[in-house]
Antibody, heavy 121, light 108 residues
Framework: QVQLQESGPGLVKPSQTLSLTCTVS??????????WSWSRQHPGKGLEWIGY???????YYNPSLKSRVTISVDTSKNQFSLKLSSVTAADTAVYYCARDPQGVAHYMDVWGKGTTVTVSS | SYELTQPPSLSVSPGQTASITCSAD??????VSWYQQKPGQSPLLVIS???KRPSGIPGRFSGSNSGNTATLTISGTQAMDEADYYC???????????FGGGTKLTVL
């Protein structure tokens, strides 16, 4: 059974870069068949998709965040990562990684528990 | 940009049927998935690709999508179904994943 676990600093200073990693267990990213995604949820608000990556390195980003987002994959560690630059208080949120089956549509069938990131000096 | 519209809240009595809608232009031409999220938990996929129920999801959850509206139906709603529900689609023309604003389902 595939499990995902987010990790990274819970506190980031304004203007700095937020960096999170998602470790996948119970399955191999390099075996293909899935996209690997990041989403976030601002306090008391709805879900916002950030982007996803395929094991080959192909990426797709939310247009509203594209200029600040980089998603990468490390198949040797079975991890994928999120970097969000020039953060402000508006980036304070719970960040989730998830698995996205490669098919006729994109959706997330396995989610991590989420990690809270606060942007504050 | 493409937007999905959900009612902010819905109340239903135990045992009744809850119908949560998600609307957008020509939504029936896209696949819609639904997620349940309880307080302090991560989202849980309850319906994928309009009407497919993942393993482990009770049969009282069903989905449909036609015209401009997708609907998540919970038959015989139970107290444990009280949660926020989000619809989600993918816009193939832009490769964007889009979430609806969410509906808070109250069972009382």
């Amino acid at each position: 059974q595939v499990q995902l676990q987010e990790s990274g600093p819970g506190l980031v200073k304004p203007s700095q870069t937020l960096s999170l990693t998602c470790t996948v267990s119970g399955g191999s990213i390099s075996s293909g068949g899935y996209y690997w995604s990041w989403s976030r949820q601002h306090p008391g608000k709805g879900l916002e998709w950030i982007g996803y990556i395929y094991f080959s390195g192909s990426t797709y980003y939310n247009p509203s965040l594209k200029s600040r987002v980089t998603i990468s994959v490390d198949t040797s560690k079975n991890q994928f990562s999120l970097k969000l630059s020039s953060v402000t208080a508006a980036d304070t949120a719970v960040y989730y990684c998830a698995r996205d089956p490669q098919g006729v549509a994109h959706y997330m069938d396995v989610w991590g528990k989420g990690t809270t990131v606060t942007v504050s000096s | 940009s493409y937007e999905l519209t959900q009612p902010p809240s819905l109340s239903v009595s135990p045992g009744q049927t809850a119908s949560i809608t998600c609307s957008a232009d020509k939504l029936g031409g896209k696949y819609v998935s639904w997620y349940q999220q309880k307080p302090g938990q991560s989202p849980l996929l309850v319906i994928s690709e309009d009407a497919k129920r993942p393993s482990g999801i009770p049969g009282r959850f069903s989905g449909s999508n036609s015209g401009n509206t997708a609907t998540l139906t919970i038959s015989g709603t139970q107290a444990m179904d009280e949660a926020d529900y989000y619809c989600q689609t993918w816009d193939g023309s832009t490769d964007d994943v889009i979430f609806g604003g969410g509906t808070k389902l109250t069972v009382l």
